[in-house]
């Protein structure tokens, strides 16, 4: 990638980024991802008595969020390019 097509994306994402974190919210909560299921999967890993497995699960829960937020901020970061793209092209 050119560094100028780099710095120009950068600016964009900079620019734009409370607006993309309210988009990935969204999606995530349209999508299901926090929805009974997770409030139940967190309730069962803190009701645990072991603290050392308490850890592990609460990480695991952490780490799959993260990958879900990841996948879902690509799709939406992905429609979103195209979105502009269209725009820049028109």
Same mark, same amino acid.
């Given at each position: 990638?050119?560094?100028?097509?780099?710095?120009?994306?950068? *600016?964009?994402?900079?620019?734009? %980024?409370? =607006? /993309? =974190?309210?988009?990935?919210?969204?999606? +995530?909560?349209?999508?299901? &991802?926090?929805?009974? *299921?997770? *409030?139940?999967? /967190?309730?069962? !890993?803190? %009701?645990?008595?072991?603290?050392?497995?308490?850890?592990?699960? #609460?990480? !695991? /829960?952490?780490?799959?969020? *993260?990958?879900?937020?990841? +996948?879902?901020? #690509?799709?939406?970061? &992905?429609?979103?390019?195209?979105?502009?793209?269209?725009?820049?092209?028109?």
């Amino acid at each position: 990638m050119e560094p100028e097509r780099f710095r120009e994306a950068e *600016t964009q994402v900079m620019r734009l %980024a409370p =607006q /993309l =974190q309210g988009i990935l919210g969204e999606a +995530l909560r349209e999508g299901g &991802w926090f929805d009974e *299921t997770r *409030t139940k999967a /967190l309730r069962e !890993t803190l %009701a645990g008595d072991d603290p050392v497995e308490r850890e592990r699960q #609460v990480a !695991t /829960l952490l780490a799959e969020e *993260t990958r879900i937020g990841m +996948l879902v901020g #690509v799709a939406v970061g &992905w429609a979103l390019a195209g979105e502009l793209q269209g725009k820049r092209d028109a």
